[in-house]
Nanobody
Framework: VQLQASGGGLVQAGGSRRLSCSAS????????VAWFRQAPGKAREFVSA????????YYGDFVKGRFTISRDNDKKMVWLQIDSLQPEDTAVYYCAAASFLHDYYYGTARYYNFWGQGTQVTVSS
C-alpha cells in the first residue's frame, strides 16, 4: 500500500486542522493505519491509530481528547482531526500502515512497514 499525507499548514493556537491520509493498493481494510509526529530535535511520537477491520481507535497518552481519528475503507482514507491546537503540536505528521497489526504493537513505529511522506503542522502562539 502507498500512503500520502496532506492537510498540514500554519494554524494559530486554539485552531483546528484535519489531516488526511490517502492510500492506494488492495485490501485497505486489512491495514491498521496510524499517525505519528516528529517535532524538531525530538523522537517520533505515536499520536493515534485505527485498527484494521472493525476500526477500533487508539490514542497517545498526550492526546487528551483533542485528536480524533477516523477511516473510510471504501475511499481508502484516514483522517486525523486536531482541535485546540497548541504550539507544542508543531511537528511533521506521518501516516503509516501495517497489515493485520496486533493490538499490542499499534503505538510502535517500527512495526509499520508503509509510510507516507509527512505533512507539516505549524502552530503559532
Amino acid at each position: 500500500v502507498q500512503l500520502q499525507a496532506s492537510g498540514g499548514g500554519l494554524v494559530q493556537a486554539g485552531g483546528s486542522r484535519r489531516l488526511s491520509c490517502s492510500a492506494s493498493g488492495r485490501a485497505f481494510i486489512n491495514y491498521t493505519v496510524a499517525w505519528f509526529r516528529q517535532a524538531p530535535g525530538k523522537a517520533r511520537e505515536f499520536v493515534s491509530a485505527v485498527k484494521y477491520g472493525i476500526g477500533t481507535t487508539y490514542y497517545g497518552d498526550f492526546v487528551k481528547g483533542r485528536f480524533t481519528i477516523s477511516r473510510d475503507n471504501d475511499k481508502k482514507m484516514v483522517w486525523l482531526q486536531i482541535d485546540s491546537l497548541q504550539p507544542e503540536d508543531t511537528a511533521v505528521y506521518y501516516c503509516a500502515a501495517a497489515s493485520f497489526l496486533h493490538d499490542y504493537y499499534y503505538g510502535t513505529a517500527r512495526y509499520y512497514n508503509f509510510w507516507g511522506q509527512g505533512t507539516q503542522v505549524t502552530v503559532s502562539s
